[in-house]
């Protein structure tokens, strides 16, 4: 199962703003199972459900259950990723819709990504509707709120004496600060509605931006393509907790505790998140093992006693026990078929 993910940009500025407002920050990124060194690169990547216990928990220290609107109407998408200059640096508001479409998963993946687009316009008699088509939406009305609370933000500070939204529909219940909705997306919401979708003017689709370089675009684009490529090679723990235990096999005995920590989580953080992908580190070991050590065999790059030191056995016949229980066979056995079909 593919573990979802945001970009630790996104989760650092909910940290800096909530310290702002009085959280303790030690205490902040403890709750959601953080280090610093995790948000140290905006790009990096971590779990949805790490940023979700890190939303509540920031209201929580906040004492504001409209945290995340507030959040939104406060800070800059510019200011926090990639994708904000991009959407910033389009020709139009089509063309910057267009564009988040293409990119949203850098801030925030979800399952509606991989077989289709994130918003939809669909026009309609009073202007055009702005459909999030976010699966399961209830699971995490935070993420609404984060959604719609940025498009009110960023459209208004552009263009102050343009309103932006018209109307908002959310398919959560009302929440207890339910008139917060209203007052910071400054137009009228409705609860229990069938869809989350926004209403503007259909006059807001022939809008150009002043500010659009098509040089300064490409950079942009170049960036978050990279990213983008990125992102699409690392869509599982697993894959990541391989990526930073290959260079270290060799050495034998890999600790948990320092994959953990490289990861920027807690190491029970870090078990919930495999039991989630249905595997334990221990496994994730073991089949990393096998396959370097069938690797090398195979590709006649290292002997049976080399080989074994590189996948992290201090002693050839405990490799070799390992070995037939992974494959059936002895390394030279395997080395002999593998030869054999070649």
Not at 71 to 96: F, Y
Not at 186 to 202: D, E
Not at 253 to 278: F, N, P, W
Request: net charge negative; glycine share 4%; proline share 4%.
């Amino acid at each position: 199962m593919k573990v979802l993910t945001v970009a630790a940009g996104l989760a650092r500025t909910y940290i800096d703003y909530a310290e702002r407002k009085g959280a303790d920050r030690v205490a902040l990124l403890s709750a959601a199972g953080l280090t610093e060194a995790a948000i140290v690169d905006q790009d990096d990547r971590l779990p949805l459900e790490t940023y979700r216990t890190l939303i509540l928990a920031a209201k929580d220290a906040t004492g504001d259950p409209a945290f995340v609107l507030h959040h939104a109407m406060d800070t800059e998408l510019r200011q926090i990723s990639v994708v904000g200059l991009i959407v910033h640096s389009a020709k139009s508001m089509a063309d910057s819709m267009v564009q988040l479409n293409r990119y949203a998963k850098l801030m925030v993946e979800v399952d509606v990504m991989d077989s289709g687009e994130r918003f939809s316009m669909e026009p309609c008699a009073e202007g055009v509707w702005v459909v999030d088509n976010r699966p399961d939406p209830n699971s995490f009305p935070e993420l609404t709120e984060a959604n719609y609370g940025r498009f009110v933000s960023e459209f208004s500070r552009e263009f102050p004496d343009h309103p932006f939204a018209l109307a908002i529909e959310v398919t959560h219940p009302a929440p207890s600060y339910a008139e917060a909705y209203e007052r910071v997306l400054r137009c009228p919401v409705t609860f229990n509605a069938q869809r989350n979708a926004m209403l503007i003017g259909s006059e807001w689709l022939e809008q150009e931006f002043d500010d659009h370089i098509g040089y300064v675009f490409g950079i942009y684009a170049e960036r978050a393509d990279a990213l983008l490529a990125r992102l699409e090679t690392e869509d599982s723990l697993r894959a990541r907790i391989e990526a930073l235990v290959l260079p270290e096999l060799h050495k034998g005995e890999v600790k948990i505790d320092t994959v953990a920590r490289d990861l920027g989580m807690s190491r029970q953080t870090l078990y919930r998140r495999l039991k989630d992908e249905g595997v334990t580190f221990a496994q994730i070991l073991d089949d990393l093992r096998c396959r370097m050590a069938s690797d090398y065999l195979s590709a006649r790059k290292a002997s049976v006693n080399e080989t074994a030191y590189l996948v992290g056995f201090s002693e050839a016949s405990s490799f070799v026990r390992a070995f037939r229980r992974w494959t059936g066979m002895t390394p030279v056995q395997y080395r002999g078929q593998q030869h054999s079909l070649t």
